[in-house]
């Protein structure tokens, strides 16, 4: 039993290491380095939980955590139900539904940037957007250059290129379901709706808690998109500036590695929070 344990640690180790260099310790570096003032200019020096201090009574850090907080609030139930509606669709019997999860899933699979750059051209004031709203004689908004639209105009970018991934998730929760349990609701004399309500539903929480969680962290760590659609600035008027883009600007643009460094320990710990809340609210088993 001990030679097996000791080849169990063997075969574990490559993981380990890989987990340890990759995540776990960076993780504990950036906590040790918020305790620290460095630029990456001078050195470093020991100031306790001042950059904490600091960071709370930043303005602009409650802006990036009101604006990847109502990013996440949006952005999570919307794609979560798009995506479940779309799985329902395509769930059925239907001529070339093949062709139809090619299509929903192929923008989860391409660039991210290079989608950011086509919608940028898409939010153009004179672009497709626009021009697609003149038909019906609407005069469409400078979506990314007016603050009341840029955040809402990423959501949309946002939702449209993850739901698609997380549709072919609920088609495995789907088939998942011994469809025994709905021929049996059948039988009954149950609606299709309360089929779906009553026995679809309660048996995708396992589905939906992996998506809801995957979905906030994914929010939460919003980066690229508001990045480039921005151009690095966050704006406008800070609009579109999230906490992982203002912890790039503190240490890249400002120099601020302690501070950058202090940001990300909160960003985790919202994200647990986050994690624990969902955890509490679908992560209870179910069985048939």
Avoid: C
């Avoid at 299509?103 to 957007?129: C, D, E, R």
């Avoid at 539903?201 to 921005?230: A, E, K, N, Y």
């Amino acid at each position: 039993m001990a030679r097996q344990e000791r080849l169990g640690y063997v075969f574990t180790l490559p993981v380990a290491l890989v987990l340890f260099f990759f995540t776990l310790g960076p993780g504990l570096y950036a906590l040790y380095l918020s305790f620290f003032s460095w630029s990456l200019l001078n050195h470093m020096r020991f100031v306790g939980g001042v950059n904490y201090a600091s960071l709370l009574t930043d303005p602009l850090f409650w802006i990036a955590v009101r604006n990847t907080a109502v990013f996440s609030l949006v952005v999570v139930p919307t794609q979560t139900v798009v995506a479940l509606i779309i799985a329902v669709i395509l769930h059925q019997n239907l001529p070339a539904r093949r062709f139809f999860r090619l299509a929903f899933f192929f923008p989860a699979v391409s660039s991210s940037a290079v989608i950011s750059v086509i919608f940028m051209w898409i939010y153009n004031k004179f672009g497709l957007m626009n021009s697609f709203l003149g038909l019906f004689h609407i005069t469409g908004p400078d979506w990314l250059g007016n603050p009341s639209f840029a955040l809402p105009a990423i959501m949309m970018l946002n939702i449209w290129t993850t739901s698609g991934y997380f549709m072919v998730i609920f088609l495995a929760g789907l088939q998942s379901i011994p469809p025994q349990l709905h021929e049996a609701a059948q039988v009954d004399g149950a609606s299709p709706w309360k089929t779906f309500t009553r026995i679809t539903i309660p048996l995708l929480r396992p589905t939906t808690f992996f998506i809801v969680v995957m979905g906030l962290i994914g929010t939460l760590q919003m980066f690229d998109q508001s990045f480039i659609m921005s151009q690095g600035t966050g704006g406008p008027l800070y609009a579109t500036t999230t906490v992982v883009l203002l912890i790039y600007q503190f240490i890249f643009a400002y120099g601020k590695v302690g501070y950058g460094a202090a940001a990300t320990v909160l960003l985790f710990l919202l994200i647990l929070g986050a994690t624990l809340a969902t955890n509490r609210w679908l992560g209870k088993s179910i069985e048939y």
